[in-house]
């Protein structure tokens, strides 16, 4: 497994039924490698995800559920389906103690022979997975190789990496804190924005790990008021607002979650609106911010 560059956690689009739209997703992961991902992250529907890519890029299912036992079997299916590596979650209600977490990751980790991402994301889940605390379980889990960092502090990162190296390799999983991220060490982002705005998001990421500091800068801060956007509660309603106005999706989301209304919805279709006005022009197959 090559963990590394930008892969997407992909959105899951509906039809009018709120069904799973299976032709678009493929269409939609086909559409994100051409612009330069490295790996398709889905989350609500591995089979959609694993048929598009067809070998062209890594798949990496998401494993995520409330007791051990049925994580397990999410992660033998994946598996079985023909996936190349799992991002496990911890249980996503229950906030157990450590001796309780990492019984429950190093088991779904053991689950197959597929390569392993650790999600921390302690901000949404309440589970935060401390650096030593992941130092100990790449000593027990060979196949536990990467780390998508959500907590929002770039120092993860670099304790992470002083502490294990190049043992695993660290992702950043907010998408506003990718060039401080890779500052510290990161080689890869799991990026939410990337759904709508791919090139601009594999440009982004490119200028980061190559020290181009000031064409990083530049995009990061025509970028930045979309970035914010996977970084609040109703992320989700946001990146598929972006999508739709680009043209590669719709806003449908399914209950409990809402599409958005009122004055918040016309306050985020401003920004996007405003945003994507200077939307930066491919040149010479770099992505250059309007002026």
């Known amino acids: 497994m090559n963990w590394n560059g930008v892969m997407p956690a992909i959105t899951t689009c509906f039809d009018a039924d709120l069904q799973v739209d299976h032709v678009f997703m493929a269409k939609h992961c086909r559409w994100l490698l051409d612009a330069g991902c490295t790996g398709i992250v889905p989350l609500g529907s591995l089979g959609e995800g694993a048929t598009a890519v067809k070998g062209r890029a890594p798949v990496v299912a998401s494993i995520s559920a409330l007791a051990t036992s049925e994580a397990v079997a999410l992660a033998k299916a994946a598996a079985d389906a023909g996936c190349d590596a799992l991002m496990v979650l911890p249980p996503y209600v229950y906030q157990g103690d450590w001796r309780e977490m990492k019984t ?31 130092q100990e379980l ?60 791919p090139r601009e998001s594999v440009e982004l990421f ?35 607002l972006v999508q739709a106005e680009v043209g590669i999706g719709n806003a449908r989301v399914r209950p409990p979650r809402l599409e958005l209304a009122g004055n918040k919805l016309r306050e985020i279709q401003k920004t996007i609106k405003e945003t994507l ?15």
């Open 104 to 134: 429950h990751v190093e088991a779904v980790f053991r689950a197959t022979p597929l390569s392993c991402m650790l999600y921390n994301n302690p901000v949404a889940y309440g589970t935060d997975f401390l650096p030593e605390q992941i």
């Open 206 to 240: 490119n200028y980061a790990i190559n020290c181009e500091h000031e064409k990083a800068f530049e995009l990061y801060r025509w970028f930045l008021p979309l970035l914010r956007m996977d970084t609040v509660p109703e992320f989700v309603q946001l990146i598929k």
């Open 277 to 291: 006005s200077t939307r930066p022009q491919l040149v010479n197959g770099q992505a250059v911010p309007a002026k």
């Open 138 to 197: 790449a000593a027990e889990c060979e196949s536990f190789e990467s780390v998508k960092e959500s907590s929002t502090d770039a120092r993860r990162v670099s304790a992470i990496r002083a502490l294990l190296g190049d043992r695993l390799e660290v992702f950043v999983g907010v998408d506003d804190a990718i060039i401080e991220g890779i500052g510290v060490g990161a080689k890869g982002w799991i990026a939410g924005l990337a759904n709508a705005l």
